[in-house]
């Protein structure tokens, strides 16, 4: 079957390419192909179990229409400070506006008008002035907060409105393969996602691969096998903290989600704040190899007494190694090894007096764990050291900004790791070495989250117009 734009994920990147091809009524035909089902259809069996059962053949809180970040806090960041590299592809300015315009969208399907972290003087200069001290920049970025369930509300009218517009989906679809030839994209190879033995050809003049950070690694494999310039990037190793609302209240209240940026000695690595969730939820990601992946969740309605907040690692590798995808990988399946195949959490005051967590010593403790099936034990046996000693030097650091943060009963979840080290080389317009190729989103290697991921979809839709 042949098409004009084939486009390889629905997450954000792949949805905002259709939607601004559509609203500049564009007369090409679309279709998108997407590994999991229907916004409607995700649903995540933990609710009843209590336990992660790995479904089978994707994690629907990772897969399906809208990507993994919907099904996480749905927070959109309004900075181009924050959320990846592209500005410094495409200039700021433009990144500036083009978050303006997606950001006008995500409100013409219902997003919250409100907008955290906005006027508050003083406030942030305290906390700015606290940060300086122990060494820390903050980012004080605006945060639309759509919130999980409202992101999937907000999503599944955006779905409706493509298949209304003639926009085809194919669910339960996955990619096997591109088509080169000649140094030209001509198409892709699909299987069905349940029965991947019933191969299928469609031919485009373009195609648009925008997987998300889940699709990093087969992007990596597709790069290498035909010759898509691109170069090993940056990938982030870390743990998801969580402590009470009562020690993050000021912050919380003041930023709503504080980013923070410091290089702790001995090693200066770049070490960050990640997706702060108040009230939120410490939550669960399966990847097809059964890799375990903790993150977060910030319900609208539904809230916890505790905030939680990834602190996230960067490496950065070069000769001879040029596998950051993989070495990733190892890390996150030791462990999950030592988890009997579970995420791992620890005491961070346990881990400084170099001893395991035990259960009932959690359940002793002021912070009561919101991921309840998560397992006590010892992540600093499977963490490599130098992530480990970069995190508990950078959580002292911010316990200077947040008293209390570095308390002994603060709990430190692992693995969290972020994939998206595959830096695929393209022009300011997203054009490969590949003719007809063009790569989107955290899976490219140039964002970092919703709105950037999303930016990066309406400029490619407005090239494919």
Known sequence: MKYDVIIIGAGPAGIFTALEMIKKQS???IVIVEKGCSISKRRCPKATTKKCVNCKPYCHITTGFSGAGAFSDGKLSLSSEVGGDLPSLIGVDKAEETIKYADSIYLEFGADPKVEGLNVGDKVKEIRKNA???GLKLVDCPIRHLGTEAAQEIYLKIENYLLEQGVEIRFDTVCKDIIVEDGTCKGVILANAKKQEEEETLEADDVVIATGRKGADWLEKVCERHDVAHQ????DIGVRVEVRNE?????????????LIGYPLPFKNKVRTFCQNPGGFVSQENYDNNLAIVNGHSYKKLKSENTNLAILCSHNFSEPFNQPIEYAKKVGELVNMLGNGQILVQRFGDILEG???WQDELNQSNVKPTMPDAIAGDITSAMPYRTMVNIINFIKAVDTVVPGFASNETLLYSPEIKFYSNRIKMDDEFTTNIQGLHCLGDSSGWTRGLMMASVMGVLMGRRLV
Do not use: A, F, H, Q
């Open 355 to 357: 001893k395991r967590t």
């Open 232 to 235: 090993p990037g940056t990938v």
């Open 247 to 259: 020690i993050m209240e000021d912050v919380n209240n003041v930023l709503y989600e504080s980013k």
């Open 27 to 29: 007369s090409k035909k």
């Open 132 to 134: 300086i001290k122990s």
